[in-house]
């Protein structure tokens, strides 16, 4: 995890000694671990409060690099904003690219960029959403820096995750990154448009998820093609009327567009 890879957040702490080649005993690593995540657990639940308090629902999109995060937000935007405020905190190594395509597809958005950082964590989220200062009844979504094992382990102060793979990756994609599986509600299995060019095996891999967390919901997308995007757009609008009925600036005649 990150306190053994260095991208946590408290970089003055060092793995190794003042020769540059000592490793701490393992325990010390272990200490560290513990250390990293209890602070973030702790500012992440202080993120779940203030969101709860406002009827936000917040979601962790999480996925490696290429599965089609950015493009499902932009069509789900194009989607929700007419029936709720949609607010999005984007998480890049560098560049704003993704956030000004957000802004483009009609949602505010922040951009975090993490540098060597391979994930977001609870801290980044807080000061994002001070920046944000989003309306109550937001769907919030958080766009995780594209990488499928970090990101796992550290609480946003999210609803839930959601996991996004995409047909080109391997039907085996659950088997390899279990943890992130285990921690998802849902997995949404995307670009299904290429299916008759890849040797994916959707079902091997709905039966390789459901291995992992047999609880975990499976959506089939193309955010290309439109195939399976109202479901998915029903499970948000049904979770987000689950946190917040009625939201500020929502009318229950807007029918959803196919």
Request: hydrophobic share 40%; glycine share 6%; charged share 20%.
């Amino acid at each position: 995890m990150c306190a053994t890879c260095g991208c946590d957040d408290d970089r003055a702490v060092s793995l190794t000694g003042p020769d540059h080649h000592h490793r701490f005993p393992r325990t010390e690593t272990i200490s560290l671990q513990q250390k990293v995540l209890a602070k973030n657990d702790l500012i992440a639940s202080q993120n779940r409060q203030r969101l709860a308090e406002l009827g936000i629902l917040a979601l962790n999109i999480v996925s490696s690099p290429g599965a089609g995060k950015t493009t499902l937000l932009e069509r789900t935007i194009s989607e929700l904003k007419a029936r709720r405020p949609v607010a999005v905190i984007e998480g890049d190594q560098e560049t704003t690219l993704d956030a000004d395509r957000i802004r483009a597809a009609g949602a505010r958005a922040v951009q975090i960029n993490t540098g060597a950082g391979c994930h977001l964590d609870a801290s980044m989220v807080r000061r994002a959403l001070g920046a944000l200062d989003p309306d109550p009844g937001t769907v919030l979504f958080i766009e995780n820096v594209g990488n499928l094992v970090c990101p796992a382990l550290f609480d946003l102060g999210e609803h839930c995750k959601i996991v996004v793979v995409s047909v080109t990756e391997g039907s085996d994609k659950p088997l390899k990154y279990p943890h992130m599986f285990a921690a998802a509600r849902l997995a949404v299995i995307n670009k299904v448009d290429l299916l008759p060019y890849v040797a994916f095996d959707l079902e091997t891999c709905c039966r390789h998820a459901r291995s992992v967390n047999p609880e975990v919901e499976v959506l089939t997308t193309s955010a290309t093609s439109g195939a399976g995007l109202p479901a998915w757009y029903a499970w948000v609008t049904d979770a987000a009327e689950l946190r917040c009925p009625e939201p500020l600036g929502w009318s229950r005649d807007v029918e959803a567009s196919p």
